[in-house]
């Protein structure tokens, strides 16, 4: 069943701010973090995911972090866009189980 | 080819029709995914095969019947669904050996059982 739980559920920011997802995870044999984004109607797609080995990786305006200790990793989204409004899945797969968190609804203000 | 295709789009079905979703991906991965996904809720898995063979069955009822013929393709049987059944069905895919990989996803299947 599911290893990952994801808060907040929504999440609204005003265009310019920072918003931060956060994904804790139970299995500690997970060394591989990614995060989706799924828009209205769509498909989710992988915008960014992290390997056990590295504690942050970054790609223009989005960031994961990763406290394998605490078994929980982050997503941070910088000088959000209205495009960025989404909903956001973490997973935590291990082996062939591919099961993702609760989900973010994150709507941008203009 | 980084696609994963789903077909068809659409469906509308009966409570006692049978039909088929198709899924097919050719970038070499191993492992192919059946999800369900109702609105406002993640994607939920049904199915994995690995390597052309049932990995992982989430307690799915039988009337959704899994095959995946060769290492391209996916099928999704189903017989006698009911109303609640309707949503979202998307297939995946991820390279077999080494999971630490992202999983492709196909455009779905919306599926109105009537």
């Known amino acids: 069943g599911e290893n990952v739980e994801q808060h907040p559920s929504t999440l609204s920011v005003q265009e310019g701010d920072s918003a931060v997802i956060k994904c804790t995870y139970s299995?500690?044999?997970?060394?591989?973090f990614p995060w989706y984004k799924q828009e209205l109607g769509k498909r989710p797609q992988l915008i960014i995911d992290i390997r056990s080995n590295v504690g942050e990786k970054k790609d223009q305006r989005i960031a994961v972090t990763l406290n394998k200790t605490a078994k929980h990793f982050s997503l941070h989204i910088t000088e959000t866009q209205p495009e960025d409004s989404a909903v956001y899945f973490c997973a935590a797969p291990t082996g062939n189980q591919f099961y993702f968190g609760t989900g973010t609804s994150l709507t941008v203000i203009p | 080819d980084t696609e994963v295709t789903q077909t068809p789009k659409h469906l509308v079905m009966g409570m006692t029709n049978k039909k088929s979703l198709k899924c097919e991906q050719h970038m070499g991965h191993r492992a192919m995914y059946w999800y369900k996904q109702k609105a406002k809720k993640p994607p939920e898995l049904m199915f994995v095969?690995?390597?052309?063979?049932?990995?992982i069955n989430e307690s799915v009822p039988s009337r959704f019947s899994p095959e995946c013929p060769n290492s391209s393709l996916l099928n999704l049987h189903l017989h006698a669904l009911q109303p609640e059944d309707s949503a979202l069905y998307l297939c995946a895919s991820r390279w077999g050996r080494n999971m630490n990989t992202e999983a492709f996803f196909g455009q779905g299947t919306r599926l109105t059982v009537v």
């Open positions: 095969y690995s390597y052309e063979k049932l990995s």
């Open positions: 299995d500690s044999a997970s060394n591989y």
